[in-house]
């Protein structure tokens, strides 16, 4: 039970991130999740380059409980191709997965 993951997404405003994680958080599906300040990314989109403001948004779930949140995060993003990377890790402490395992339940 050491091992949590960790989904990573940026969204185009610091609203539609704080609702993102907090609907993440109060379903059980992330026991935090953690809202980043501005990045500026630039990307190919429909055969050109942008750059755009976005706010990065870090949940840390079970891997039990990753494929429910991904699912979340796909129908309540606003992007018509959302970034959506799930890392496994291993926790340096096992309190702490522990503590992310017990906080994903309902």
Not at 21 to 31: C, D, E, I, M, S
Request: aromatic residues 8%; glycine residues 4%; hydrophobic residues 40%.
């Amino acid at each position: 039970m050491d091992q949590i993951c960790v989904v990573t997404t940026v969204v185009d405003s610091r609203s539609v991130a704080d609702l993102m994680a907090a609907a993440a958080v109060a379903g059980r599906l992330a026991a935090c999740a953690q809202v980043g300040g501005q990045v500026d990314s630039t990307y190919w989109w429909r055969a050109g380059v942008e750059t755009s403001t976005e706010w990065s948004v870090q949940f840390k779930t079970a891997p039990d409980r990753a494929t429910a949140l991904v699912a979340q995060i796909r129908s309540n993003h606003p992007y018509e191709v959302p970034e959506i990377l799930v890392t496994y890790a291993e926790s340096g402490d096992p309190a702490y997965a522990t503590w992310v395992h017990e906080n994903t339940r309902t």
